[in-house]
């Protein structure tokens, strides 16, 4: 009885380790792709094209080029995505070659449990940061800070020289089961599914029952 718990405690852990999303990608180009979408927003570095900031940007004034996010503060960018799906950012940065350098983005939080560490490809020219992320529709932000492990000298930020949006791809919707005789194998798989979903909820359940 022992293993035959185990075993269907193990196949709960895997089930749901299948359903967690991939995390986001991130790629570093010498130009922005062509490939990547429909542009839905695209904003400069300046108090003008950003929503909010928090804390001592520096450089970020409503006339600059650039901004470099330091300790202790944030850049926020608001858009609006129209449709589930799959969307791309494009960071545009300089990430000078006297030091490791990087950023750190996250989407609708500041929490640093959220942020994604990006590790730049340092140059004195322009590089892109190619992200993707899958969103539901609705508004949402799109924050910047200085990279995770930041000390401003073995680790430093980068400037910012703009950002952008683009819908890449709708996410796929659930088709409706089919009930003609041809389905009647995927659907009785589908009710299998089912029924081994709840065992494995009532096992859990007993499991901790008999713990307490």
Same mark, same amino acid.
């Given at each position: 009885m022992k293993k035959?718990?185990?075993? *269907?405690?193990?196949?709960?852990i895997?089930?749901?380790?299948? &359903?967690?999303s991939? &995390?986001?990608a991130? +790629?570093?180009? =010498?130009?922005v792709?062509?490939?990547?979408?429909?542009l *839905?927003v695209?904003?400069?570095?300046?108090?003008?094209?950003?929503?909010?900031?928090n804390?001592s940007?520096?450089?970020l004034?409503?006339n #600059?080029t650039?901004f470099?996010?330091?300790?202790n503060?944030?850049?926020?960018?608001?858009?609006?995505? /129209?449709? /589930? #799906? +799959?969307?791309t950012?494009?960071v545009d940065?300089i990430g000078?070659?006297?030091?490791?350098?990087?950023?750190?983005?996250?989407?609708?939080?500041?929490?640093t449990?959220?942020?994604v560490?990006?590790?730049?490809?340092e140059?004195?020219?322009?590089?892109?940061?190619? *992200?993707t992320? =899958?969103?539901?529709a609705g $508004?949402?932000?799109?924050y910047?800070?200085?990279?995770? #492990?930041?000390?401003? =000298?073995?680790?430093?930020?980068c /400037?910012?020289? #703009?950002?952008?949006a683009?819908?890449?791809? =709708?996410?796929v919707?659930?088709?409706?089961p089919?009930i $003609?005789?041809d389905?009647?194998?995927? $659907?009785? /798989? +589908?009710?299998?599914?089912?029924?081994?979903?709840?065992?494995i909820?009532a096992?859990a359940? *007993?499991?901790?029952?008999k713990?307490?």
């Amino acid at each position: 009885m022992k293993k035959f718990l185990t075993f *269907i405690i193990t196949a709960a852990i895997l089930f749901t380790m299948a &359903s967690v999303s991939v &995390s986001a990608a991130v +790629t570093y180009q =010498e130009a922005v792709p062509t490939d990547i979408g429909t542009l *839905i927003v695209k904003k400069g570095a300046t108090t003008k094209d950003i929503t909010e900031s928090n804390g001592s940007v520096i450089n970020l004034s409503e006339n #600059g080029t650039s901004f470099c996010p330091k300790e202790n503060c944030w850049v926020r960018y608001e858009f609006k995505a /129209d449709k /589930d #799906g +799959t969307y791309t950012f494009i960071v545009d940065y300089i990430g000078r070659t006297n030091s490791n350098r990087g950023f750190d983005y996250a989407i609708d939080a500041t929490d640093t449990s959220k942020r994604v560490f990006c590790d730049i490809v340092e140059s004195a020219d322009h590089r892109y940061a190619v *992200i993707t992320e =899958e969103l539901t529709a609705g $508004t949402h932000s799109f924050y910047l800070f200085c990279p995770t #492990g930041f000390d401003d =000298e073995t680790l430093k930020s980068c /400037d910012i020289y #703009g950002w952008s949006a683009y819908f890449t791809k =709708e996410a796929v919707k659930a088709a409706a089961p089919d009930i $003609t005789s041809d389905a009647a194998p995927d $659907t009785a /798989d +589908t009710a299998v599914i089912a029924v081994v979903a709840l065992a494995i909820s009532a096992t859990a359940a *007993i499991v901790i029952s008999k713990k307490h």
